[in-house]
């Protein structure tokens, strides 16, 4: 059993009075907070091993390039990927996908094919393949999503458009729907697609084993699970990191350099070209180590419950919608709502008066709020550090916003 209350000590942001109330933090899905240990580790690596990786003989180089690639070595354990050689590091879940598109994508999509997304997909899994298929020719395809937030005919789907590329989301940021990727990987691979999962919202809060996902690429950020911004993950499948061309060219990714061509490192080191933000993944090794040492299994089970007692609670009020799946079981911790009659951003604005921070927005989801015929959505997302008492004075506040806009 996960203790809540123990772990809020860890997270210093977490004890302050916001508005003159005490801070409860519901928008982990935008960015989680980060435990002393990360911060720590930052101003640690900053005062004792800063120094340029891959590239130095002395002893700070030598000690920040063992950091950085022990950091990839963990980073491969924690998703069960077969060897950190299939790990490349990035600025975030962003740049990861757009990695993808202009590699892989470039180098292997043509007028004939057909890139298979959902209408659920963040901007990042949408606009990227916007541009390129501009560029490109192919053509765009979506499944779509069921009233009550679940994929509609995925399977059936896939096996009629037979995509090159099935890119999807894990876990959705608006929805909360733990969309079945397993499954779907295996019809994907069967019409001989190849699938790129978003992982933004799954990564912090459950196991992802990305070979058993059957994950050909896995995307996610370390700002989104305890660790710094400014840092992403970007796992492929060895084979396909190897056959693709670089993304960016530059210092750091090359072999040997003339004046007319370049060859190019084995990957990951192809895919990382320039100085990488070495400082931030030392602080994204600290949170992998905070969440083994929580134990995920403890914060899969205590975001669930949570999860669940939010839905049941929110449920209750009146004139107050879900959006998304209502099975708990479905449903990661990001509940994405509107109350009859009240802005979502009046709403957040009143909840923070009261210490309570959510996001209101389309949550860079424009089509599936379009979907949905709403513009904005209020949402609350819970973390390892969130309790039950913050999902009442949620529930409380969100009443009290009622009468104060007489709605
Ligand atoms: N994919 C999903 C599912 C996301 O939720 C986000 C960020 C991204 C990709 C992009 O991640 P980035 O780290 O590259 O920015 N989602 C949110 C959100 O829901 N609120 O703020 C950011």
Redo the contacts with the bound molecule.
Sequence with gaps: MLNADKIRKDFPILSQNVNGKPLVYLDS???SQKPAVVIGELSRYYSKDNANIHRGVHTLAERATALFEGVREKTAKFISASSPKEIVFT?????AINLVAYSWGKANLTSKDTVLLTIME?H??LVPWQLLSKELGFKLEFIMVTEDGYLENPEETIRKVKPKLLAF?H???VLGTINPVKKLSKVAHKVGATVLI?G??AVSHTSVNVQSLGADFYAF?A??MLGPTGV?VLYGRRDLLESMPPFMGGGEMIREVSLDKSTYKDSPHKFEAGTPNIGGVAGFGAALDYISGVGMDGIKTHTEELTAYALDSLSKIDGLRIYGPRNPEDHGPVIAFTVEGIHPHDLATVLDGEGIAI?SGN??TMPLHKHFDLVATARASFALYNTKEEVDKLAEAVLEAKKVLGA
């Design positions: 899905a935008a960015t600025q975030g879940t962003t740049e963040h990042s899994n989301v876990v959705s940021n978003d933004a919202q950020s700002h989104k992403g996001r949550h860079c």
